[in-house]
């Protein structure tokens, strides 16, 4: 049974940093895409960054220079360090695995999800 397990969510200060995990156990995924989204309430979920098998990534532009998504495919685990964030950076956050495909940027994109890790900025 595929599992997907996120964890490091919080609340902090705007200005503060956090570092999300997603523990992916199941099968092995060090030949599928991970990625990271999050939804706000009342909007529709939103793509933050992935990153492909071999390393290659992707970032939304709101996020790029701040957040930094990496991978350890030994682990099957997927990291996003969050720094300088703000208030707009409030949301559930959620990993995903899936087939690479070039529209990585969507949730329909991706095959297996994580419950999510709320992440909680204060201004």
């Known amino acids: 049974q595929v599992q997907l397990v996120e964890s490091g969510g919080g609340l902090v200060q705007a200005g503060d940093s956090l570092r999300l995990s997603c523990a992916a156990s199941?099968?092995?995924?060090?030949?599928?895409?991970m990625a990271w989204f999050r939804q706000a309430p009342g909007k529709e979920r939103e793509f933050v960054a992935a990153v492909r098998s071999g390393g290659t990534t992707y970032y939304a532009d709101l996020v790029k220079g701040r957040f930094t998504i990496s991978r350890n495919n030994d682990k099957s685990t997927v990291y996003l360090q969050m720094n300088s964030l703000n208030p707009e950076d409030t949301a559930a956050y959620y990993c995903?695995?899936?087939?690479?495909?070039?529209?990585?940027?969507?949730?329909?994109?991706?095959?297996?999800w994580g419950q999510g890790t709320q992440v909680t900025v204060s201004s």
């Open positions: 995903a695995v899936g087939v690479w495909s070039t529209v990585y940027y969507k949730p329909s994109g991706y095959n297996y």
């Open positions: 199941g099968r092995s995924f060090s030949a599928y895409a």
